[in-house]
T-cell receptor, first 111, second 112 residues
Framework: EDQVTQSPEALRLQEGESSSLNCSYTVSGLRGLFWYRQDPGKGPEFLFTLYSAGEEKEKERLKATLTKKESFLHITAPKPEDSATYLCAVQAVGGADGLTFGKGTHLIIQP | KAGVTQTPRYLIKTRGQQVTLSCSPISGHRSVSWYQQTPGQGLQFLFEYFSETQRNKGNFPGRFSGRQFSNSRSEMNVSTLELGDSALYLC???????????FGPGTRLTVT
């Protein structure tokens, strides 16, 4: 059974204080790993797709990396508008095409 | 390009009733997936449709069903509602199976 574990569950940072969110996964064969951002009362917003170990993607203050067992979402010099829940999901090769999500990391950036 | 739309946005139903939720995917997207989001369980996969065929189904009872039309629009139905069905129901569309999914705003269902 595919599993995704995200840590920490919640993280409070000061504006400008960089940090990383972790996503550990177990999947029979990885088709893709996805990062989403979700604001309260809204649907998840797509951020990145990573397909193979060693791959990196960047967007503004966010950078996602992938190894064979985990992915990191690095947040550099965050701003209050980066406050949200960040979700990690995996899609398996040859299995159900639905995404298996972690419970998310609730990130708060204080001004 | 317009995003994924879901109707209605909010719904209140009574136990035992049934409900139908609607989803219009991004233009050109042929794959539609449905998810249930609750505080306790997080996001859980319900089912996925591609070219009007259900391709995969998550671990939910048969009370949960869906369909997809020739224009890729999709509906999901929940029969004999239970209190535990209260959740945010999210629809996501993608160009094809296996590509990134784009989510709609969801339908907030409350069962009383």
């Amino acid at each position: 059974e595919d599993q995704v574990t995200q840590s920490p569950e919640a993280l409070r940072l000061q504006e400008g204080e960089s940090s990383s969110l972790n996503c550990s996964y177990t999947v029979s064969g990885l088709r893709g790993l996805f990062w989403y951002r979700q604001d309260p009362g809204k649907g998840p917003e797509f951020l990145f797709t990573l397909y193979s170990a060693g791959e990196e993607k960047e967007k503004e203050r966010l950078k996602a990396t992938l190894t064979k067992k985990e992915s990191f979402l690095h947040i550099t010099a965050p701003k209050p508008e980066d406050s949200a829940t960040y979700l990690c999901a995996v899609q398996a090769v040859g299995g159900a095409d639905g995404l298996t999500f972690g419970k998310g990391t609730h990130l708060i950036i204080q001004p | 390009k317009a995003g994924v739309t879901q109707t209605p946005r909010y719904l209140i139903k009574t136990r035992g009733q049934q409900v139908t939720l609607s989803c219009s995917p991004i233009s050109g997207h042929r794959s539609v997936s449905w998810y249930q989001q609750t505080p306790g369980q997080g996001l859980q996969f319900l089912f996925e449709y591609f070219s009007e065929t259900q391709r995969n189904k998550g671990n939910f009872p048969g009370r949960f069903s869906g369909r997809q039309f020739s224009n890729s629009r999709s509906e999901m139905n929940v029969s004999t509602l239970e209190l535990g069905d209260s959740a945010l129901y999210l629809c996501a569309s993608s160009l094809s199976q296996g590509t990134e999914q784009y989510f709609g705003p969801g339908t907030r269902l409350t069962v009383t």
